[in-house]
């Protein structure tokens, strides 16, 4: 059979060029989610933009800038971003490419309801192996669905791919076309934590059990908190992105999953967002386990681990309790992802906490991060319905079950104090307090 299977492997191999050149105008091209972009597909998109029109390409947390990402391309290429990285914001707040609002595990659903068409799915894997199966590598999320819903798949083929354990083999029967391109993996390193953000990382931290199971985000703060977790025990990791910061409470020994109902000594998550560090760490380890988007940011299967701890940062709060994780004010910033999915998750858990961190101020400590109202025009990402720990640099608050009243005051406690006299005036203007 392994014949076979290499035999229709060769039918399929073409060069990046011959696979894209043939798409039709206002087709929609879906990427694979993050590191599983295919960089030599998309160049091939750029050097071939000439003889498209009105195509849209849809990405999600974008590693790198792609070089069709121009405003000269938009009537040929149209970049369509499900959750912005700091190489595709620009290009939405310019106003030539465009933000689909979307939760992370309602991609799978959008996709397998037709609700957005696949003309064609992209996505760099891992090698072929004797049975003809790829391995997905660095990324699950929506593949699945993309790869059923598409009307052409193409897959390229990187050896360099970490070869992962779970839900991540495809068969080369439902694949069309492979090209070849063993480029080195986007490094999506996360910033060296300041002062605040350690501080931050501390409260947090304190929040956060043993026998806890943990999400941690991407950024300073989740690596700050990472740090001081090193003491905790029998922690286990269910979450979206599986980051460096992982590897070394693994190695520490503060993470062995021993406590788990569901995937018990498992990590779970639904891609590898970092550097070769987790690259390494999950090559052929079975210890990370890899799943569809809908699976493991699924309300249900989120709340069935005790203790579930979500830790995510936001940019703003108003005295209601409202998050604003996405934007500033109307200038769009990143986009919803897995926030709301864990923080819904995590409540029902017996034992859970949803915690959304932030620093108290921002430039140099001339704006409060805490405001009485939110900016105009911000997407409210976490509904104040739905809000339960708030984290700065002085301290932690509980805001679930809380009047509106005890929410103001609350979050006037753990505001910077240079703002506190204010935001009690603002409150009592607004019958709060």
């Known amino acids: 059979m392994a014949d076979i299977w290499h035999l229709q492997y060769q039918q399929k191999l073409t060069s990046a060029t011959n696979a894209v050149k043939d798409i039709p105008d206002g087709a929609v091209i879906f990427c694979g989610f993050c590191a599983a972009e295919p960089p030599a597909l998309l160049e091939a998109l750029q050097a071939n933009r000439h003889n498209y029109k009105n195509i849209n390409v849809i990405q999600m947390l974008s590693p790198w800038h792609s070089?069709?990402?121009e405003e000269e391309n938009k009537e040929y290429l149209r970049l369509n971003n499900w959750f912005s990285s700091a190489f595709t914001r620009s290009a939405v707040t310019e106003g030539w490419a465009d933000y689909t609002p979307t939760h992370f595990h309602d991609s799978s659903h959008i996709i397998r309801q037709g609700i957005v068409p696949v003309d064609v799915f992209m996505t760099a894997v891992g090698p072929m192996d004797e049975q003809g199966y790829f391995n997905l590598g660095v990324s699950v999320a929506y593949t699945f669905d993309a790869i059923k819903k598409g009307k052409r798949v193409i897959f390229e083929v990187n050896q360099n791919m970490p070869l992962t354990s779970g839900n991540s083999f495809v068969h080369i029967s439902h694949v069309d076309q492979i090209i070849e391109n063993n480029a080195k993996l986007p490094q999506m390193s996360s910033a060296i934590p300041n002062d605040i953000?350690?501080?931050i990382g501390q409260r947090v931290a304190e929040q956060i059990e043993d026998g806890s199971t943990v999400q941690?985000?991407?950024?300073?703060?989740?690596?700050?908190?990472?740090?001081?977790l090193k003491e905790k025990h029998d922690l286990g990791i269910h979450t979206e992105l599986v980051v460096d910061a992982m590897v070394d409470l693994i190695e520490c020994g503060a993470v062995n999953n021993h406590k788990r109902v569901l995937h018990n000594g498992k990590i779970t998550g639904t891609a590898l967002v970092g550097t070769d560090k987790i690259y390494r760490f999950s090559h052929q380890?079975?210890?990370?386990?890899?799943?569809?988007?809908?699976?493991?940011?699924?309300?249900?299967?989120?709340?069935?681990?005790?203790?579930?701890?979500?830790?995510?940062?936001?940019?703003e709060v108003d005295l209601f309790?409202?998050?604003?994780?996405?934007?500033?004010?109307?200038?769009?910033?990143?986009?919803?992802?897995?926030?709301?999915d864990f923080i819904r998750g995590a409540v029902k858990s017996p034992g859970g906490k949803a915690i959304l961190a932030l620093p108290s101020t921002a430039k140099a400590d001339s704006i409060s991060r805490i405001v009485p109202c939110?900016?105009?025009g911000a997407a409210v990402t976490v509904p104040r319905n739905d809000t339960d720990y708030i984290v700065t640099e002085y301290g932690a608050v509980r805001l679930r079950a809380k009047s509106q009243r005890e929410r103001a005051l609350a979050l006037i406690s753990v505001a910077h104090p240079n703002f506190r006299d204010e935001l009690r005036f603002e409150a009592q203007k607004m019958n709060l307090i």
Do not use: W
């Not at 941690?216 to 001081?228: E, K, N, Q, S, T």
């Not at 069935?304 to 830790?311: E, F, S, T």
């Not at 994780?325 to 992802?337: I, L, N, T």
């Open 67 to 69: 070089t069709f990402v």
């Open 197 to 199: 953000q350690r501080i």
């Open 216 to 228: 941690l985000g991407f950024g300073g703060i989740p690596m700050a908190m990472a740090d001081f």
């Open 285 to 315: 380890n079975p210890l990370v386990e890899l799943h569809p988007v809908d699976y493991t940011n699924d309300v249900s299967m989120i709340a069935n681990n005790n203790k579930m701890i979500a830790v995510n940062a936001t940019l």
């Open 321 to 340: 309790g409202q998050c604003v994780s996405e934007s500033f004010g109307y200038q769009h910033y990143s986009g919803s992802g897995g926030q709301l």
């Open 374 to 376: 939110l900016s105009r």
